[in-house]
């Protein structure tokens, strides 16, 4: 009964978890659309150009370079540049964490049926490998801006690694485990 409960807390966990990670990831696209749409909706332009937040620096770039018609200006299209793939780099790792609890709620799944060898598993571990793996490499490149200057950094993010790791450590242990199941099922 305890396992059975332990397991569903931590299902039901996943699903907030992902969620929440799915309401952030929708947000962060929604905000610079409805700032594009109705800019004095969330701020005003009178403020100083150093007390910009990242989304209003966002928002103005496409506004004053994209909409207007006029060509870029380096600094403009190198300001756009920086906010894509911000936004990028926030919105794959939300989504690459989302795919890697649904695989996880799957596994817990199948635990809960007491199918713990399947080769569902397997494959689902090895999916978790993959996305933590992709994370880490994602979460290492950093890129933002702090007032005028654009900063290009490389630092390692050792958890999505370790979790990676991980996963792939239970890939190992858990393909050996579904073939010692099969062979036991063909068994007499």
Same mark, same amino acid.
């Given at each position: 009964?305890?396992?059975?409960?332990? $397991?569903?807390?931590?299902? *039901?966990?996943?699903? /907030?978890?992902? @969620?929440?990670?799915?309401?952030?990831?929708? /947000?962060?696209?929604?905000?610079?659309? /409805?700032?594009?749409?109705?800019?004095?909706?969330?701020?005003?332009?009178?403020?100083?150009?150093?007390?910009?937040?990242?989304? !209003?620096?966002?928002?103005?770039?496409?506004?004053?370079?994209?909409?207007?018609?006029?060509? $870029?200006?380096?600094?403009?299209?190198?300001?756009? %540049?920086?906010?894509? $793939?911000?936004?990028?780099?926030?919105?794959?790792?939300?989504? %690459?964490?989302? %795919?890697?609890?649904?695989?996880?709620?799957?596994?817990?799944?199948?635990?809960?049926?007491?199918?713990?060898?399947?080769?569902?598993?397997? !494959?689902?571990?090895?999916?978790?490998?993959?996305?933590?793996? @992709?994370?880490?490499?994602?979460?290492?490149?950093? *890129?933002?801006?702090?007032?005028?200057?654009?900063?290009?950094?490389?630092?390692?993010?050792?958890?999505? $690694?370790?979790?990676?790791?991980?996963?792939?450590?239970?890939?190992? @242990?858990?393909?050996?485990?579904?073939?010692?199941?099969?062979?036991?099922?063909?068994?007499?």
């Amino acid at each position: 009964m305890k396992k059975n409960l332990a $397991l569903t807390t931590l299902y *039901w966990l996943c699903i /907030l978890i992902q @969620v929440y990670f799915l309401v952030t990831t929708l /947000l962060s696209v929604a905000v610079p659309i /409805l700032l594009h749409f109705f800019p004095d909706m969330f701020f005003n332009f009178t403020k100083t150009p150093e007390s910009f937040s990242f989304l !209003q620096v966002f928002h103005y770039t496409i506004t004053k370079t994209v909409t207007n018609g006029q060509p $870029l200006e380096q600094g403009a299209l190198i300001t756009f %540049l920086y906010s894509c $793939l911000f936004y990028t780099q926030f919105i794959s790792i939300k989504i %690459l964490a989302i %795919l890697s609890l649904q695989e996880f709620k799957n596994f817990i799944r199948s635990t809960k049926r007491l199918q713990t060898f399947l080769y569902q598993n397997v !494959q689902s571990f090895k999916k978790i490998s993959m996305y933590t793996l @992709v994370i880490f490499l994602i979460s290492s490149v950093n *890129w933002f801006m702090i007032g005028g200057s654009k900063i290009f950094s490389f630092q390692l993010n050792l958890l999505p $690694l370790i979790i990676g790791i991980s996963a792939y450590t239970f890939y190992e @242990v858990f393909k050996e485990g579904n073939f010692l199941f099969e062979e036991n099922l063909t068994t007499i």
